[in-house]
């Protein structure tokens, strides 16, 4: 592939990133009732079109959109001063992010179905439960992706090639986003925290910002491997 082309691909996954952070500030902003506390308000809540669909494109699809913008946020720092810090947060993200699609597959088609079924009757449904490796492949997509996130935005920092502010601005996102809103929401009310949209915002932010400089650079990348 020619090296224009190339570059011309990793700038437009660069745009990626910040799109698929405000759809996961869209799709985060309307929290879940409380499902042991007024199961019927969850139950609508989750089995209405609303929530499909935001989870359909929020989560689901921003998730998608993420793995791209990741993959090229990676390849445009490959060249830099923390190039191997750059490729190995990547991989990190990047397996973590798509582990996380477990989860948000779930969410969108098979949680509005419990939920209809509780309100036809069938109560028996809320004591479903699935296995282990659900849980633990979502600890670990979880663990992964908030590390590998984090570093990300520690190798943009010390890059040269990006705003230091951008890559300062990712790291707080990122704890934001996963610790003080993912983590703290499954413990608390097991639904997302207004920190969860705030965090989401804060990367938005700082990947347009990586994202316009990575544009106006214009240099000449070189192919991936």
Known sequence: ?????????IRAGLWVLPASWLLTVWSSLAPQPDQEIDP???????????YQVSHLVGSTG?????VFGL????CFLAGSQSGRLALAAMVMAVAGTTLLLVPAVISTFVT???????LAGNQDVMQLEFPGSMSAAFMAGLLLAFAGTVLLGVAAWRSRMLPRWAGALWVAGAV???ALGVVMGLATTGSSLPTQSAGAALLAVAAGGIAWRGTRKGRELPPAG
């Open 112 to 118: 509005p179905a419990v939920g209809r079924a509780y």
């Open 62 to 66: 921003g998730t998608l959109l993420a």
């Open 40 to 50: 019927v308000a969850w139950a609508r809540f989750v089995s209405s079109d609303s």
């Open 1 to 9: 592939m020619n090296p224009q082309d190339t570059g011309r691909w």
């Open 71 to 74: 993959f090229a946020l990676g």
């Open 176 to 178: 934001v986003f996963y």
